[in-house]
């Protein structure tokens, strides 16, 4: 496992360098949604009883952040290795295909679970949120990082410039995780909506990790953790393949 430690090494110094830009700045933008959100609705929005509206948005804040910012380390850094050309030291070396995307999801993982952490550090301050379940919150902050850091490889590799990978984060991250019940309950919806809303996978994730906070959630907290863990399993296996088969990888 010595190449599955040192690509690992690398990724985290990777983000953590530029913890400015890659920690503290996501962490800024969640409290400003915090602020402007809770000052405009906070006296007209409660969704679950007893839980004021900003105690509800922060664990949708920071699981949102968590996700982006998942996906956003290891697109990142695949497609910058690409493109400089240096994708080639990480290529040569012995490292297993299991070594190479493991070191990139963890990596990807860490760096969400820092920023979601921050996110609760800053906001907490002014906002007390219950904790009912502990297992249910690591249980989808795990994973809903690991998914995220698998899909970010996936879309790393594809890419082949900068532009195709912005695609990625303002026509799909974006709408789905703002789509995703971070800012509303989808009992709020008229059916329709409920319905397109329940084919999101970013809503699962966000409403079984609320779960663990509150003990109330729009669906159950096991039908959550199914779509979420085959979520991940389908997209761990499209990365895999991807990685194996060298594609867009080797020229």
Known sequence: MTGFRTLLYKELLRFWKVAFQTIAAPVLTALLYLLVFSHVLESRVQVFPGVSYAAFLIPGLAM???LQNAFANSSSSVIQSKITGNIIFILLPPISHAEFYWAYVVAATIRGLVVGAGVFAVTLVTVTVPVANPAWILAFALLGGAIMGAFGLIAGIWADKFDQMAAFQNFIIMPLTFLSGVFY???SLSPFWQAVSHLN????MIDGFRHGFFG???VSPWTSLAVVAGCFAALSFAAF?????GYKLRY
């Open 64 to 66: 949102m952040s968590l």
């Open 185 to 187: 309950s989808i009992h």
């Open 201 to 204: 996978p970013f809503f699962y």
């Open 216 to 218: 109330a959630s729009d």
């Open 241 to 245: 393949h991807l990685i194996r088969r």
